[in-house]
């Protein structure tokens, strides 16, 4: 793999010379770069000394067809040319050793003291789901030329890159199903068992997803009284009562606001008539829903107040599915908690005994992502990407259920901002992977 490293290094200097020549008129932000800025250092040993002859090399993090090179003179130094705004991994190896960092440009000079460390190979597992194959996925350091491909199991093997942590990027071959993932190594460390370590890469969020009501992106103030279902598998819900929408604070210690419908107590709600079957027949499915719960408005010390919900309310011809819900002094909750209740559309009732209650007491006034999932056996209930709970249930299939799809109908002040239905069984690393896309950079909601 260092052979590699070098003969690929090799042949940057013509390449940076094209590149040189063809990008006069690169776009950066705020228009169009007349000058070009250089990142510049000097590349030194272990000891300080400057290395001389050695290959600096200039990529950007983002666009891989902009890149650079230079060759470090008798004291070390070297020039990169750039002109585009961004990331760049900056990089260089020499014997046993190597050179890795990311920095930043914004249109001015930019100045570094490189030093090269210890290199060492470094060895990992990609996982996917049982009915995928493993082979043929990418694993890179952004920014730089190391780079490997997964065999038939999953596993790949960099070579010679610099001691210490660094961000891989995960590129699946099917990008249709996963989505790309970065996360941190500490190469050089005590690995995982095996002494692999490994990593499981997240589904796309559009993967199986069968219904999507945006309450955060109604985008008009006051009273609301229908929401799209955004993918269409549905004709949409239906909102009572005239809950009205607009911001809540939805960030501790910001002031960025997300939209939102507000629910104020059990004659404002919202119901799906008709889902057009979206669970029947399926062996496992998942809910997410970003909402935020305010006030429990009557004082019973123990109740179940449906937040999101499959079901019907009291009749002996109830077929229910599931429910999201707020429960006290039941199920083992000593304290207000969300729950995920299943049934499997047959007549069976949402029982203690078929639910998964959180762990942790609920915070009123706080914004949480919940994912509930269902993989045809466990199910596991999420807060915020973390698990808080799994049980095991009978069922194997869902039966048709003509229930309607209900948003509260109960004594609560709530917020919704999002919901979603989809027919695969989710993970660890979907929970983690989607709570931080609704985190302060990247809003949950996404495109409609």
């Known amino acids: 793999m260092m052979n590699r490293f070098y003969a690929f290094l090799l042949a940057l200097p013509v390449f940076a010379l094209v590149l040189w ?12 770069s007349e000058e070009t800025n250089t990142i510049a250092g000097v590349l030194v040993d272990k000891k300080g000394s ?42 260089a190896a020499m014997d046993s050793l190597a050179y890795y960092e990311v920095v930043e440009f914004n249109g001015k000079d930019v100045q570094l003291k490189s030093v090269l460390v210890d290199a060492s190979d470094f060895r990992g597992r990609i996982l996917l789901r049982e009915d995928s194959t493993a082979a043929g996925i990418v694993v890179r350091i952004p920014g730089s030329p190391w780079t490997a491909t997964t065999d038939s199991l999953g596993y790949y093997r960099l070579e010679g890159i610099p001691v210490g942590k660094v961000n891989l990027q995960v590129v699946p071959m099917d990008l249709a199903r996963f989505v790309k993932v970065e996360y941190e190594v500490n190469v050089g460390a005590l690995a995982g068992a095996n002494g692999v370590d490994s990593v499981m890469v997240p589904l796309s969020m559009e993967y199986g997803l069968r219904s999507w009501w945006a309450f955060g992106a109604v985008g008009k103030e006051g009273a609301v009284d229908f929401v799209n279902d955004s993918r269409a598998w549905t004709a949409g819900m239906k ?6 929408y607009g911001g809540f604070v939805s960030y501790e210690g910001t002031p960025n606001f997300v939209g939102a419908v507000h629910f104020k107590g059990a004659s404002q709600f919202g119901v799906v008539e008709d889902d057009k079957g979206i669970l029947d027949g399926v062996n496992s499915f998942a809910v997410e829903v970003v909402l935020q719960v305010d006030k429990v408005l009557d004082d019973s010390e123990s109740f179940r107040k449906n937040l999101v919900g499959k079901l019907g309310f009291g009749s002996e011809e109830d077929r229910p599915v599931f429910s999201m819900a707020l429960v006290k002094g039941m199920c ?4 207000e908690s969300i729950a995920f ?53 009978p069922f194997k299939k869902i039966s048709a259920s003509d229930e309607s799809i209900f948003v509260g109908k109960e004594s609560l002040e709530f917020s919704l901002e999002d919901l979603r239905i989809s027919v695969e069984p989710l993970n660890d690393a979907d929970a983690e992977s989607r709570n931080k896309s609704h985190e302060i950079e990247i809003p949950f909601l996404g495109t409609i």
């Open 21 to 32: 020549a063809g990008c006069s008129n690169n776009e950066v932000a705020g228009g169009v």
């Open 332 to 335: 083992g909750s000593g304290k």
């Open 50 to 91: 400057p290395v001389v002859s050695a290959m600096v090399y200039c990529k950007s993090v983002d666009v891989d067809t902009v890149e650079s090179s230079d060759k470090t003179d008798s004291k070390g130094r070297y020039r990169l040319p750039v002109k585009r705004h961004g990331s760049y991994g900056i990089s």
């Open 239 to 244: 909102l009572y009562g005239s809950p009205e």
């Open 341 to 393: 209740f299943m049934a499997d559309g047959s007549g069976d009732s949402l029982s203690c005994k078929n639910a998964v209650v959180s762990k942790n007491g609920l915070e009123f006034g706080k914004r949480y992502y919940l994912m509930a999932t269902w993989n045809g056996k466990m199910v596991s209930l999420y807060e915020n990407g973390k698990k808080v709970g799994e049980t095991e249930v």
